[in-house]
């Protein structure tokens, strides 16, 4: 699914949460009520200013309110993951050991 898409879902979503109507997000927006229904129906997407303003309002990072996930830096290397799974770890302990490599990477890397 796209970010759009996830967007037009999450604002639909809010919408009925907190009983509005889209004539009440396209005055909050300053824009017309059908492009909030655009919105909604992921046709279209709204500029970062209007973004932040509905962030704002629900009191949701731009993040949330679009529904961006980000992936686990450490797993997006898909030889580290395809290196991790060969080893076949056995036992707990080697498991545990490899949790604390990753720990570590994550701490020394977080971005």
Request: proline share 2%.
């Amino acid at each position: 699914m796209t970010i759009q898409h996830q967007f037009a879902e999450n604002l639909s979503r809010l919408k009925k949460e907190h009983g509005l109507k889209n004539h009440q997000i396209a005055e909050l927006l300053n824009v017309q009520t059908r492009t909030v229904a655009y919105y909604m129906s992921g046709e279209t997407k709204p500029d970062i200013e209007k973004l932040i303003r509905l962030a704002t309002y629900f009191h949701l990072s731009i993040d949330e309110l679009v529904g961006y996930v980000q992936e686990d830096k450490v797993w997006n290397d898909l030889s580290l993951k395809q290196w991790l799974l060969s080893l076949n770890l056995r036992s707990e302990e080697e498991i545990a050991k490899i949790k604390i490599l990753v720990d570590t990477v994550e701490t020394l890397y977080p971005n």
